[in-house]
């Protein structure tokens, strides 16, 4: 009997000790109370508190953690904007800034909101809409500004304050993204045009060249031409042609050759007509002939009359003067 007693009272003492045994995760510190008072702050790994009369009042953790606030806010220019700040904050390692970080707030992320809607709304009235969104950073150091100078007395450290997202009012949004268009169409109407000026500049520059040198072009071949007919008419006038003769004669083969070419190179018939004045004349009279000579085969015969239709006629006539 003493021995089952003596077990029995063997394994109470076990549990005893061994509910008196808690560990705490890396990065946290646990909070240790005896009788509800403070006793001692305990670090990561495996500790000892005394059964019964001491407890584990809180944990507090050192790691980074963030804080999302959605303010909405009126600016100078009456325009309502949407803004999303990320507060990331951290509790230091040490014991009086663990104390303080789990005694002296209820509830740190409420105090914080609440801080962000008060700085937010305070700054970003005084501001236009496009300032809102060029300023940012602004807004950002002014929110981490009043939270360090607020949240160090209670043990806690602002790491960074950031605008993630600024959304105005729908019609306002797709107005300003109307007006941004327009300026970039704008911008591109200008570029066309002043592209366009280049070209036509080129262009421009380009025919005058191709003129210049055209017109160089056929000087040289006048030139030749004027060497191969002086060759031409000396070549005749050695052979005994008359310098006179010999130009016609040059002539007339360039005049034939002109029209061998143009034959070749054209799908339609070709009718050729004298085109000098003397020969235009001819052909002018050729045809006022031939139109006054269809005229008169054109014309009906005229009716023949007797000696009784002239009787008749002037009977006719005596009559009706009767």
């Known amino acids: 009997?003493?021995?089952?007693?003596?077990?029995?009272?063997?394994?109470?003492?076990?549990?005893?000790?061994?509910?008196?045994?808690?560990?705490?995760?890396?990065?946290?510190?646990?909070?240790?109370?005896?009788?509800?008072?403070?006793?001692?702050?305990?670090?990561?790994?495996?500790?000892?508190?005394?059964?019964?009369?001491?407890?584990?009042?809180?944990?507090?953790?050192?790691?980074?953690?963030?804080?999302e606030v959605n303010v909405e806010s009126k600016t100078h220019d009456d325009v309502f904007v949407n803004l999303v700040i990320a507060v990331q904050f951290f509790v230091r390692e040490d014991v009086d800034t663990i104390l303080?970080?789990?005694?002296?707030?209820?509830?740190?992320?409420?105090?914080?909101?609440?801080?962000?809607?008060?700085?937010?709304?305070?700054?970003?009235?005084?501001?236009?809409?496009?300032?809102?969104?060029?300023?940012?950073?602004?807004?950002?150091?002014?929110?981490?500004?009043?939270?360090?100078?607020?949240?160090?007395?209670?043990?806690?450290?602002?790491?960074?304050?950031?605008?993630?997202?600024?959304?105005?009012?729908?019609?306002?949004?797709?107005?300003?993204?109307?007006?941004?268009?327009?300026?970039?169409?704008?911008?591109?109407?200008k570029n066309e045009a002043e592209a366009k000026k280049i070209r036509t500049i080129a262009a421009a520059e380009a025919e005058a060249r191709a003129k210049e040198l055209q017109g160089v072009g056929i000087a040289r071949q006048r030139l030749a031409i004027a060497n191969g007919l002086k060759e031409s008419v000396a070549a005749c006038s050695e052979a005994g042609i008359s310098p006179e003769e010999a130009t016609k004669m040059v002539l007339l083969t360039q005049h034939y050759d002109t029209v061998t070419a143009v034959g070749a190179h054209s799908k339609s018939t070709i009718m050729m007509i004298p085109y000098t004045p003397d020969g235009m004349s001819q052909v002018g009279d050729q045809i006022t002939s031939a139109l006054l000579i269809n005229q008169e085969a054109q014309k009906p015969p005229a009716p023949t009359r007797g000696l009784d239709d002239d009787d008749g006629s002037h009977l006719s006539s005596h009559s009706r003067h009767s």
Do not use: W
């Open 100 to 189: 303080a970080a789990h005694y002296k707030l209820m509830n740190p992320r409420e105090q914080m909101r609440s801080y962000v809607f008060d700085t937010v709304r305070a700054l970003v009235p005084e501001m236009h809409v496009d300032s809102v969104f060029s300023e940012k950073e602004k807004i950002a150091l002014a929110v981490k500004g009043r939270l360090e100078a607020t949240m160090q007395e209670f043990g806690y450290t602002i790491l960074q304050s950031l605008v993630n997202d600024i959304q105005p009012d729908a019609k306002v949004k797709e107005a300003m993204n109307h007006v941004n268009a327009t300026a970039r169409m704008r911008e591109a109407a």
């Open 1 to 67: 009997m003493e021995y089952v007693i003596g077990g029995v009272l063997l394994v109470l003492v076990c549990i005893v000790v061994f509910s008196g045994l808690f560990t705490v995760e890396q990065a946290t510190h646990a909070v240790v109370e005896r009788f509800g008072r403070y006793h001692k702050v305990c670090g990561p790994g495996l500790n000892f508190k005394l059964p019964i009369l001491d407890r584990v009042s809180g944990r507090v953790t050192h790691r980074v953690r963030e804080l």
